[in-house]
């Protein structure tokens, strides 16, 4: 037989899974000393699966170290063992080497004990941890502030909680276990490493610790990303690396959250659990205030035989096709011209096209007419007058908070930025260094609203940097880097503000501002941005100005994926970061190089939020239909079809002023405002309120709410202010039944102002069928088909 027929033959044969655990032995050092064994095996095709859930365990020296069925090992005394570990028929030993089991703890608070709380959830914000603490008992959430918790434990209620004399009858460890009763229930087993680390501590006398005791720099997690089948497990580990050089597997004391559990879930002990959605999940692994993630991605489970291939029209489709590819998931096809220009029309300018305006784009044949109308949409009065809308809400534009005059002088002013597509690095340096008579800068209005440093500090870096710091004001951030010093860095820029209403004029006044108290440590924290050495002085001059030029800098790692996010977000219904405004290494994008390439597109056309939006339109993702597929019909994260969106409160009260040809009448504002005009959030109106127009209070994009609710549509299908809309006699309808004689040309018009399309053949045939059965009462018959449409989904909802 030829030898290249032989290499054929070998090539061909099956390749047998192997399994894999540890290349090198396992070595424990210290009491108690625990290591986490990862079992995964390698299939024929290279794909990695892990089977640590599936293996069984066993010590072959359990004195020296034993193991559970989880392949955890812990030390138990000094010497040599092995672990046999098995999967099926195949069986793996792993060598592990026990050192310093008797050597003395040099227990500290902090690095022993903290952990312990933490592990368990006694210092969770449901426990111990909130801010009134439990039963009397209250320690700081997720021990960011260990001296406290210290004294809390060790001196509060005369000492009670601790017996040093005879540790195992201290209250702690009585309820721990369940030998007294405990609202938490029982946390602990008598024969557990932390029972008996915690009874060691109080036997030791229950110090504080050194305070240069070796501290936690970073976690890491193993493995640090790993593609899964639906259904799969992965077990995690978790190393600690110390200030001291030493590397410690903490996986039992670390806590493990899922950032989609619709995707994927962990348990306590960091296992993560696939579910049957394609999709990525992230899952957060904390210990001691230092974070790491896991990321998981999860591709469907029938693999297509062959991925079709689907058009680009520019650089962002490049980026969403290929993670769809790597899904196995297929967009839909594209939107026809009707849904587009509805689309368009109520993304860029909140406002329904015109009967008219949807004839027109119709009958036209060129090959770039989409392109022509975002083109013409951003040119018009009604788009600066949208987005205004938008940024009101976000910079608290709050008429009780700075009242009418400067209020109405504020939305002016964004309005204006919008109308001269202001570069969005311009406008934001605006904001945040905003001083003088508030009626010439009416920008400074900002900080009338948000008087207090800390709050504008916080406000201004969720909005223009899309990070959260606030509750770093009180304690380390749980899921993020941000701590205390860091809040009180930013907070630092802001001490120097001033807001002055002197007799005839109102200013706020910007100057040399000096360091923020450390809440917890006294300390002087002087100003410095997020991640960003702190100096050891007060530079002079107002700070503000510095901070505005490093947040609107090319290099920020912030500002420019921020606003490019947030303009995705409004276009696609969600954003490659979501929520939009928590961008933190915990909760990553979920298509990386997409944002890359949004942010720098931004930053290549300075900032002009016009050709941002002219370059998201552009794509084939933003122009996909609605309509699923096989391998789409339940993804709602990676852009593969358009996704159903409720419009915002005021945007819906225009289309149904719009659709009923009869305007709306506010309280105060003149006859003919639309509700996107409105400049205060706070003119009452029950429309407006129960669809979710925001207070204008917080600088969260959570505030608005577009959430359907069963409020919403009793007053859609039920409000007589609604009723009168449709039966006025200078509405859509009288004008309708008036001009037309025949029920046809009535029932396309109807469609045409409330859908912004013509009716199919059998809309037509069922409406034509309505109307002759009611042919003496034709005028409360085309009332009540206008009423069906405005209580549609295809009206109330942009798709």
Not at 100 to 127: A, K, M, Q, Y
Not at 290 to 295: D, G, N, P, S
Not at 321 to 344: E, G, H, I, N
Not at 363 to 381: G, M, N, Q, V, Y
Request: charged share 25%; hydrophobic share 40%; aromatic share 8%.
């Amino acid at each position: 037989m030829p030898s290249s027929v032989l290499l054929a033959l070998v090539i061909a044969l099956p390749v047998e899974p192997r399994v894999e655990v540890e290349a090198a032995p396992v070595k424990l050092v210290g009491p108690r000393a625990t290591y986490t064994l990862l079992v995964t095996e390698v299939l024929g095709n290279g794909e990695v699966v892990d089977r640590t859930a599936d293996a069984t365990f066993q010590s072959e020296s359990p004195a020296v170290a034993r193991v559970d069925a989880r392949g955890r090992v812990e030390a138990v005394a000094d010497g040599t063992t092995r672990v046999v570990v098995g999967i099926g028929t195949q069986t793996k030993r792993v060598d592990v080497v026990v050192e310093g089991t008797t050597r003395p703890v040099d227990w500290h608070f902090e690095n022993h004990v903290t952990p312990i709380l933490n592990r368990h959830g006694c210092n969770s914000s449901g426990c111990h941890g909130k801010a009134e603490g439990q039963n009397g008992f209250k320690l700081s959430v997720f021990g960011f502030d260990p001296a406290a918790d210290h004294a809390a434990l060790t001196r509060e209620g005369r000492g009670r909680r601790l017996f040093l004399p005879s540790p195992e009858h201290s209250l702690l460890l009585r309820k721990a276990t369940g030998q007294v009763p405990h609202g938490g229930g029982s946390k602990l087993k008598a024969d557990s490493a932390d029972y008996q680390n915690l009874r060691d501590w109080v036997a030791a006398g229950a110090p504080l610790g050194d305070r240069k005791a070796p501290r936690v720099l970073s976690v890491r997690v193993e493995p640090a990303t790993r593609t899964m089948p639906p259904t799969a497990r992965q077990q995690l580990r978790v190393w600690a690396t110390w200030s001291d050089g030493r590397q410690v597997d903490v996986t039992h004391h670390a806590r493990f959250q899922s950032n989609n559990d619709a995707l994927a879930v962990v348990d306590s002990l960091g296992l993560v659990q696939a579910l049957d959605l394609p999709g990525e999940a992230t899952v957060l692994a904390a210990y001691l205030g230092q974070v790491a993630t896991f990321r998981v991605v999860l591709p469907r489970a029938k693999k297509l035989a062959t991925y079709p291939d689907v058009p680009i029209h520019n650089a962002l489709d490049k980026h969403v096709v290929a993670k769809l590819k790597l899904l196995q998931v297929v967009p839909s096809d594209l939107c026809d011209d009707a849904t587009f220009l509805r689309r368009a029309s109520l993304d860029v300018i909140g406002t329904l096209p015109t009967p008219a305006e949807v004839r027109a784009f119709l009958a036209d044949s060129r090959p770039d007419k989409r392109t022509r109308l975002i083109d013409a949409l951003l040119e018009r009065p009604e788009y600066a007058d949208y987005w205004a809308l938008k940024w009101a809400d976000l910079l608290r534009v709050d008429r009780q908070a700075l009242g009418a005059k400067q209020a109405q002088a504020f939305h002016r002013w964004i309005r204006a930025q919008f109308a001269a597509n202001r570069p969005l690095d311009e406008f934001a340096r605006a904001v945040v260094a905003a001083e003088g008579p508030l009626d010439e800068v009416p920008a400074a209005a900002f900080f009338k609203a948000v008087r207090k440093p800390g709050e504008a500090a916080s406000h201004l870096a969720q909005v223009f940097l899309g990070v959260r710091i606030a509750c770093a004001e009180c304690h380390h951030h749980p899921y993020d880097r941000w701590g205390q010093t860091d809040y009180f860095g930013m907070q630092a820029f802001f001490t120097g503000v001033r807001y002055e209403n002197a007799p005839n004029a109102e200013a706020v006044v910007g100057g040399s501002a000096g360091p923020s108290k450390h809440v917890r440590t006294g300390a002087d924290v002087y100003a410095h941005a997020l991640g960003q050495p702190e100096p050891t002085a007060s530079e002079p001059g107002d700070p503000r100005r510095r901070l505005a030029e490093w947040m609107t800098a090319k290099e920020n790692p912030y500002f420019a994926r921020n606003f490019a996010n947030r303009l995705w977000a409004h276009f696609l219904g969600r954003g490659v970061v979501e929520p939009v405004d928590d961008v933190r290494a915990t909760n990553p994008p979920t298509n990386p190089e997409l944002l890359d390439e949004l942010a720098r597109h931004l930053v290549e056309h300075r900032y002009d939020a016009k050709a941002l939006i002219r370059f998201i339109t552009a794509s084939r993702v933003y122009q996909l239909s609605t309509k699923p597929n096989e391998t789409n019909n339940r993804d709602e994260q990676n852009h593969s079809r358009a996704l159903l969106r409720r419009v915002p409160a005021e945007v819906l009260l225009d289309m149904v002023s719009q659709a009923t040809g009869v305007a709306e009448k506010f309280d105060g504002p003149p006859a003919g405002t639309r509700a996107v005009h409105l400049w205060d959030s706070k003119v009452r109106h029950y429309f407006l309120r129960t669809f979710g127009r925001p207070e204008r209070t917080t600088a969260c994009e959570c505030e608005r709410s577009t959430e359907p609710g069963v409020a919403q549509v009793l007053h859609l299908l039920n409000a007589p202010e609604l009723q009168a809309k449709l039966a006025h006699p200078g509405g859509t309808v009288a004008k309708l039944v008036r001009r037309h004689a025949e029920d046809a040309a009535v029932v396309e018009e109807l469609y045409l102002a409330f859908l912004s399309r013509v009716p199919t053949e059998r809309e037509r045939a069922v409406a034509a069928g309505h109307l002759e059965r009611r042919k003496g009462q034709r005028r409360e018959a085309v009332e009540d088909l206008a009423w069906t449409l405005l209580n549609s989904l295809e009206f109330g909802f942009n798709h």
